[in-house]
């Protein structure tokens, strides 16, 4: 659960060979070619504002779509901004924002392959949403997959982009946002295909894992399974290591997600008084280097994870409390520095226990972000069996 998400090493030659390329179509979308200068920020426009109460409408249903030219990716692609109906964890309608990406070219029989992505922690503000960034957050990833001959749909999770509350850090929540974006993206673009998978890259690997055990309710028979690089660790279990490191800062966020999630839970019963000035600074900006942190012993109140609220934020966002539907396949390394190599082998051996099926793939001494580009091939071998009906394979005891 990266604070910042850290440069990703994907190399150009890797996206190469793996790039399925074919011929130009016809979409009136206009078409994207490499490299962005600065600034790497994009305005936050009209086309993000709704009214609060909004106009009624069911989950995933979509509620208006633009073209637009302005990311920068190392592929060749055409993209839609999307904005469409969910539900907040209290099931009061919200709008959330997104990214529609596909191929340049023609689509295959049946529609593009869908990777339904599951970003990293960006912050809580509205304009911290990666699709106000010009390579959304984690380009060089997402093209890998445009390069391979996949869609992506992207969502911000409602109250990024969008003027919602954003409940961070919430594994539920941003997982029924990514569910709900699948139809909306759709009805935007026709050329998607009706089978997807999930996937995301720190704390979007819990996101993506998240929609893999919501899916077990929803029953999508064409839903495949879930793919989690790096950051697989349950909150409860990774707050002490954050209390005591350079990420503490992603405490305070965890108490606007519980408040955003809990409203009746007293944020001064979790952080102390040095915190609170942050707590107020986070919900209006996306960097908060500029803001003096307190030191780990002056963040937190003593006993704060006695709360009750924070008790059920917990319960709600561990893995492993109802079974997935589809394969998973969870990547990490041992050299990250914010979430402990044990914690995922933790969270791991809990999906084995309820008779998930896990690959789960290893690599020692490499961090988060290096494990992006060396996995390469073991994220588009199983991406292609998922998508061709192949058996999934798992290495669960």
């Known amino acids: 659960m990266r604070f910042r998400s850290q440069v990703l090493s994907v190399l150009w030659a890797t996206t190469q060979f793996l790039a399925a390329g074919a011929p130009a179509q016809s979409l009136t979308t206009p078409k994207i070619r490499k490299i962005s200068p600065a600034p790497r920020t994009l305005p936050l426009t009209e086309f993000y504002d709704t009214p609060d109460p909004l106009p009624p409408g069911k989950p995933s249903e ?8 302005g990311y920068r990716l190392s592929s060749d692609f055409r993209v839609v901004r999307i904005l469409y109906h969910s539900r907040s964890p209290a099931g009061k309608d919200v709008a959330v924002s997104g990214v529609v990406l596909i191929p340049d070219g023609t689509p295959p029989a049946g529609g593009w392959p869908v990777v339904a992505w599951a970003h990293d922690f960006t912050g809580s503000a509205r304009a911290c949403a990666p699709s106000l960034l010009k390579n959304l957050n984690e380009g060089p990833l997402l093209s890998m997959y445009l390069n391979a001959g996949y869609a992506v749909v992207a969502s911000d999770y409602a109250g990024l982009g969008t003027n919602f509350p954003h409940a961070a850090l919430d594994m539920r929540s941003n997982a029924v946002d990514v569910i709900d974006s699948i139809p909306a993206a759709r009805s935007a673009l026709p050329q998607l ?24 309710e929803i029953g ?38 519980i408040k955003t999630v809990f409203p009746d839970f007293q944020v001064n019963q979790m952080l102390a008084d040095n915190a609170i000035p942050m707590y107020h600074y986070v919900g209006h900006a996306c960097d908060v280097s500029s803001i003096p942190q307190p030191s780990a012993n002056e963040m937190l109140k003593p006993g704060w994870e006695s709360d009750r609220y924070v008790n059920d934020f917990f319960i ?34 809990r999906l084995c226990g309820q008779k998930d099926q896990v690959l789960s793939i290893h690599y020692p001494g490499l961090n988060a972000s290096a494990i992006i580009g060396n996995s390469a091939n073991e994220q588009f071998s199983w991406l292609r069996a998922r998508f061709a009906g192949l058996p999934a394979p798992g290495n669960c005891p």
């Open 220 to 257: 999508d028979p064409n839903y495949l399974g879930a793919l989690a690089i790096s950051g697989v660790a349950n909150l409860q279990e990774l707050y002490p290591s954050l209390a005591q490191g350079p990420s503490r800062a992603l405490l305070v966020f965890l108490a606007e997600g």
């Open 62 to 69: 979509l509620i208006r779509f633009e073209p637009f030219d």
């Open 316 to 349: 709600r966002n561990s893995l492993g409390a109802r079974p997935a539907r589809g394969p998973l396949i969870v990547i990490s390394g041992d050299a990250d520095a914010e979430v402990p190599f044990a914690l995922t082998s933790a969270a791991v051996a």
């Open 193 to 216: 295909g009706a089978k997807w998978v999930s996937a995301g890259y720190s704390q979007g690997g819990l996101v993506s894992l998240g929609v893999s055990e919501a899916e077990s």
